[in-house]
């Protein structure tokens, strides 16, 4: 099944930034969509941003702070975190969802930003 490999998280102070990258490889169906999934401690995981046909969604907390983008010739999806706030401190995953009706995860990455 899809493979999908993150990449730049860690640790960071309020006010800075991060971009996270995700590859999906092994892919048999197209990927129509690509996006970005958090979960903090004692929290569900909530949707952060998403890129599908051109079209990009974001949870109403990080609007104006975050962009998502995509490469659609590399199955590529990039968050770009900007002014980080504490309370974005969670782990980042990566989600793709196929036209054979596939719903990959990648394994999370941890962004932790400080005080």
């Known amino acids: 099944q899809v493979q999908l490999v993150e990449s730049g998280g860690g640790l960071v102070q309020a006010g800075g930034s991060l971009r996270l990258s995700c590859a999906a490889s092994?892919?048999?169906?197209?990927?129509?969509?690509m996006g970005w999934y958090r979960q903090a401690p004692g929290k569900q995981r909530e949707l952060v941003a998403s890129?599908?046909?051109?079209?990009?969604n974001y949870a109403e907390s990080v609007k104006g702070r975050f962009t998502v983008s995509r490469d659609n010739a590399k199955n590529t999806v990039y968050l770009q975190m900007n002014s980080l706030k504490p309370e974005d401190t969670a782990v980042y995953y990566c989600?793709?969802?196929?036209?054979?009706?596939?719903?990959?995860w990648g394994q999370g990455t941890q962004v932790t930003v400080s005080s």
């Open positions: 989600n793709a969802l196929d036209l054979g009706g596939g719903r990959y």
């Open positions: 890129v599908s046909g051109g079209a990009t």
């Open positions: 092994r892919v048999t169906f197209s990927i129509y969509t």
